[in-house]
């Protein structure tokens, strides 16, 4: 794959790339499907519902959490996770706007 072009780009525009990157995986869209139905989870509650291995979604957690799609806290020896409502509300509200700007066209 070659290397993406962001220069010359709002950062705005650069940040929901990269976040919608990070999305485009099936894997990642069901941990954030299952977050949006569950306050907060552990890396085994997730291993319930994806067919994958443990280090496997421990990177598909790490994607979204650099991108900062969800959060994660330490509890005893475990990390939960939840959803950060401040970015998923920014890749909303920017598909929302830009759905309602090609319907205006």
């Known amino acids: 794959m070659g290397i993406t072009k962001t220069f010359g780009f709002a950062f705005k525009i650069n940040?929901?790339?990269d976040i919608?990157?990070?999305?485009?995986?099936?894997a990642r869209l069901k941990?954030?499907?299952f977050l949006l139905h569950s306050k907060s989870c552990?890396?085994?509650d997730f291993l319930e519902v994806l067919p994958l291995a443990q280090s496997t979604v421990s990177k598909h957690l790490s994607e979204?959490?650099?991108?900062?799609?969800?959060?994660?806290?330490?509890v005893g020896n475990n990390i939960s996770y939840s959803l950060?409502?401040?970015?998923?509300n920014k890749v909303k509200d920017f598909l929302l706007t830009e759905i309602q700007f090609k319907q205006q066209d």
């Open 84 to 88: 950060n409502e401040t970015t998923w």
């Open 31 to 33: 941990i954030i499907q």
């Open 15 to 17: 940040e929901t790339a």
């Open 42 to 44: 552990v890396c085994g």
């Open 20 to 26: 919608l990157k990070a999305l485009g995986n099936p």
């Open 64 to 74: 979204l959490k650099r991108v900062k799609l969800i959060k994660g806290k330490n």
